[in-house]
């Protein structure tokens, strides 16, 4: 008999930002009326923030250049002068580091870049991963080592901070764990860390010798009088370090699929400098990462508007996280932190505030059928309960925390809508229905 193709830990594989679209699909099917707000899906562009006018000149100029060099294939580890230009760039934020156009690697996209960190990491050692945590690393670690993923806490009694006495505590009982993932500025949370935050997370890598995998795809977006800290500059020559960045969220440019990794230290560790080697290996698989946005990469970041640019977004991601913030922080039983940095949020509901009792008012019948059908589960967690209600009734689509492997009920929002009005009445709505489904 023919062995079963799917292969057997599929069912690791679990990204609920994308995944609910499905189910707003057939919700949509079903009532072609009902309007759907998404709050799921972390894309400035559908959000409607503009594309920045330099950028499209950027653009149109390297078409347009004699050769047609924008059309072809790349170096398969990035465009040679990129890579020296990201080495120079990254040496602006931390000065002292040392870093050359050899320690970076490009991407199709940190989402690509992500899964093959993971897919050459050694058989049986581990990474740990925040908890909540940005789907892609979950999935594809636990996905890589054909197990549950091991987590450390990130704790919203306090702002988000990582649970130090739970990571020591997992990093002792598992000696596996070769390496601690940080996302900074953080999706899903909104969380920007602290100096002394992050120089408590190098001391603890030095400790156990681990390696840092730290994921800035946002560090150019922070606020409300935070500071990026470069980790880069607390760990030079005291562990070894992947640095992840990319161009997509601080440009509105998602569909570009253009991201960088930075190997740091790789003079320290006889056994991180294989394992680097080993991923530039994997990376020649894939032949390059797409030409276009590599050339372009370094006109974008040097051309004289885009301070501005960024300033200005800065501001108004602000402005936008502080209302939301406001609006729901009025709803009893809902914690909800300040988001920082990046265009996230994550409110959770105090324990024993969700029960699998709980509705709303659903007017279409054959979606209120669905949905019943859906909730059914007893195995549904009770945010992702309450996530499918709300869509169905008011056509707010987020996205449940449980799908960020987060050990506590709630859900995630992007910042991006763009005004006030918008706001009120997207997250008016929002927290009337959190407070009829909790008082249901």
């Known amino acids: 008999m023919r062995r079963a193709l799917a292969h057997p830990f599929a069912n690791l594989l679990k990204y609920e930002i994308r995944e609910i679209v499905d189910t707003v699909q057939k919700i949509t099917e079903l009532d072609p009326d009902l309007k759907i707000e998404n709050e799921n899906i972390g894309d400035p562009v559908a959000k409607g923030w503009p594309v920045p006018p330099f950028l499209k000149e950027i653009l149109k100029e390297e078409i347009d250049k004699p050769g047609n060099k924008a059309f072809g294939y790349t170096h398969s580890r990035g465009n040679s002068e990129t890579r020296e230009w990201i080495a120079a760039y990254s040496k602006r934020f931390s000065p002292s580091i040392e870093l050359t156009h050899k320690d970076i690697l490009l991407t199709n996209g940190l989402g690509a870049g992500i899964s093959i960190i993971y897919q050459m990491i050694g058989d049986g050692a581990r990474i740990i991963e925040p908890s909540p945590s940005y789907p892609t690393h979950g999935s594809m670690e636990s996905f890589c080592s054909e197990q549950p993923p091991l987590t450390y806490k990130l704790d919203p009694k306090n702002n988000w901070e990582p649970d130090f006495d739970d990571l020591r505590d997992k990093l002792t009982?598992?000696?596996?764990?070769?390496?601690?993932?940080?996302?900074?500025?953080?999706?899903?949370?909104?969380?920007?860390?602290?100096?002394?935050?992050?120089?408590?997370?190098?001391?603890?890598?030095?400790?156990?010798?681990?390696?840092?995998?730290?994921?800035?795809?946002?560090?150019?977006?922070?606020?409300?009088?935070?500071?990026?800290?470069?980790?880069?500059?607390?760990?030079?020559?005291?562990?070894?370090?992947?640095?992840?960045?990319?161009?997509?969220?601080?440009?509105?440019?998602?569909?570009?699929?253009?991201?960088?990794?930075?190997?740091?230290?790789?003079?320290?560790?006889?056994?991180?400098?294989?394992?680097?080697?080993?991923?530039?290996?994997?990376?020649?698989?894939?032949?390059?990462?797409?030409?276009?946005?590599?050339?372009?990469?370094?006109?974008?970041?040097?051309?004289?508007?885009?301070?501005?640019?960024?300033?200005?977004?800065?501001?108004?991601?602000?402005?936008?996280?502080?209302?939301?913030?406001?609006?729901?922080?009025?709803?009893?039983?809902?914690?909800?932190?300040?988001?920082?940095?990046?265009?996230?949020?994550?409110?959770?509901?105090?324990?024993?505030?969700?029960?699998s009792h709980q509705k709303l008012q659903i007017e279409n019948k054959k979606v209120r059928d669905f949905i019943e059908e859906l909730t059914r589960d007893t195995d549904l967690p009770l945010d992702k309960r309450f996530v499918y209600y709300l869509v169905a009734s008011t056509?707010?689509?987020?996205?449940?925390?449980?799908?960020?492997?987060?050990p506590y009920y709630g859900f995630r929002v992007t910042t991006l809508t763009r005004t006030a009005e918008k706001r009120d009445d997207v997250y008016g709505r929002l927290a009337k229905a959190i407070e009829i489904y909790l008082g249901s």
């Open 173 to 355: 009982r598992h000696p596996e764990i070769v390496g601690i993932l940080v996302i900074n500025p953080n999706n899903p949370t909104g969380a920007v860390y602290s100096r002394e935050t992050v120089e408590k997370i190098v001391e603890i890598a030095e400790e156990f010798e681990l390696m840092i995998i730290s994921d800035e795809i946002y560090f150019r977006l922070v606020y409300n009088g935070c500071q990026h800290i470069q980790i880069s500059e607390i760990a030079k020559n005291r562990v070894p370090l992947i640095v992840m960045r990319g161009m997509s969220k601080d440009i509105p440019w998602p569909g570009a699929r253009c991201g960088w990794f930075e190997f740091h230290n790789t003079h320290l560790d006889p056994d991180y400098k294989k394992y680097y080697d080993a991923v530039k290996k994997r990376i020649l698989l894939e032949v390059c990462s797409t030409t276009l946005p590599q050339l372009v990469m370094p006109r974008v970041y040097d051309h004289p508007d885009f301070e501005a640019w960024i300033k200005n977004y800065n501001i108004e991601l602000e402005k936008g996280g502080l209302e939301i913030m406001n609006k729901l922080r009025a709803i009893p039983g809902l914690r909800v932190n300040q988001t920082n940095g990046a265009f996230y949020m994550m409110p959770v509901f105090e324990n024993g505030l969700l029960n």
């Open 395 to 406: 056509g707010i689509c987020v996205v449940p925390a449980t799908g960020f492997f987060s």
